[in-house]
């Protein structure tokens, strides 16, 4: 069964510190999203990959970063947390370009900046 | 740019009822379309998907989506609401296969007993 985990359900940080969210799919997929999810606003692309090494900036990009070292791995980095990053973050992977389309989702880190 | 809405934030249904959630999307183009569901404290999982070919699309769980191009529509029907559906439902759309995939703002359906 496909499956991508998400390394944390639930973080609390403070202000001004470093956030990492992990993320490991078990696809062999190339491609990998990094999602924010807020109510009423759906689900906002952050950053994506389409290879190990390469990252593209999403619809809202400002506040973080990404590492993709090793195909199964995609991290999101938060430099400086904010309360304003207080949200639900989701991990997606899929097929390369040129597929359905179809992501496969993590279950999601539910992240509050305090 | 694309957009997708999704006509009513809050949708309550009682059990056995009609489910009909609603979802309009802007594209110049016959675009890929897709319904995801997220039950409560989990990511979204694909519940159908609309490519090419027929438009009436089934999906799991007795969920079904019939693209109308003339309308840019993708409402999603199930004929009887079970306690079970009670999650969030979202409605995406991808221009093509090598695009981004865009999201509505999501449906939250209630099934009241």
């Known amino acids: 069964d496909v499956k991508v985990t998400q390394s944390s359900r639930y973080l609390v940080k403070r202000t001004g510190e470093k956030v990492f969210l992990e993320c490991v799919q078990d696809?062999?997929?190339?491609?990998m999203f990094w999602y924010r999810q807020d109510p009423g606003l759906g689900l906002r692309l952050i950053y994506f990959?389409?290879?190990?090494?390469?990252?593209e900036k999403g619809d809202i990009p400002e506040g973080y970063s990404v590492s993709r070292e090793k195909k199964e791995r995609f991290s999101l980095i938060l430099e400086s947390a904010s309360t304003n990053q207080t949200s639900m973050y989701l991990c997606?992977?899929?097929?390369?370009?040129?597929?359905?389309?179809?992501?496969?989702f993590g279950e999601g880190s539910r992240l509050t900046v305090l | 740019a694309q957009s997708v809405t999704q006509l009513g934030s809050h949708v309550s249904v009682s059990e056995g009822a009609l489910v009909l959630l609603r979802c309009n999307y802007s594209?110049?183009?016959?675009?890929?379309l897709f319904w995801y569901v997220q039950y409560p404290n989990q990511g979204l999982q694909l519940l159908l998907k609309?490519?090419?070919?027929?438009?009436l699309v089934k999906g799991i769980n007795g969920f079904e989506a019939e693209f109308k191009k003339s309308e840019t529509s993708f409402h999603l029907t199930k004929p009887s609401a079970h306690m079970s559906d009670a999650a969030e439902y979202f409605c995406?759309?991808?221009?093509?296969?090598?695009?981004?995939?865009?999201f509505g703002p999501g449906t939250s359906l209630s099934v009241i007993p």
């Open positions: 609309y490519t090419t070919g027929a438009t």
């Open positions: 995406a759309v991808q221009k093509t296969s090598y695009d981004k995939v865009i």
């Open positions: 696809m062999d997929h190339e491609n």
């Open positions: 990959s389409y290879d190990v090494k390469m990252k």
């Open positions: 594209s110049s183009v016959p675009p890929y």
């Open positions: 997606a992977s899929s097929l390369p370009s040129g597929g359905t389309g179809e992501l496969f």
